[in-house]
Nanobody, 124 residues
């Protein structure tokens, strides 16, 4: 599967962005999906993840209550709605697809396919 992330940009703290990740192919619903981010000099870490049906989600503590992950299997797309953005959210954001058997994949090594990344910059 090929993934194309979009929606990043430069915003002021407190504002919102919505990331989208469009997947190619007809088997999108077979993949658990996730969003990761990587700041300069840091590891690529999970931000949020969602099950194949969309019924189960995971968020890292630092984004709980601010970010919302969702997916539309009919459109082969996963979204990350980011509200109340903080300068600490500045990073390149990547979407990824997992064939792992777990309902929600929360570890980087569970993911098989990666998008190209989209830059999110939050100014103070």
């Amino acid at each position: 599967v090929q993934l194309q992330a979009s929606g990043g940009g430069l915003v002021q703290a407190g504002n919102s962005l919505r990331l989208s990740c469009a997947a190619s192919g007809r088997s999108f619903s077979r993949y658990a999906m996730g969003w990761f981010r990587q700041a300069p000099g840091k590891e690529r870490d999970v931000v949020s993840a969602i099950s194949r049906s969309g019924g189960t989600t995971y968020y890292v503590d630092s984004v709980k209550g601010r970010f919302t992950i969702s997916r539309d299997n009919a459109k082969n797309t996963v979204y990350l709605q980011m509200n109340s953005l903080e300068p600490e959210d500045t990073a390149v954001y990547y979407c990824a697809a997992s064939r792992a058997t777990s309902i929600v994949a929360t570890h980087r090594d569970e993911y098989d396919y990666w998008g190209q990344g989209t830059q999110v910059t939050v100014s103070s």
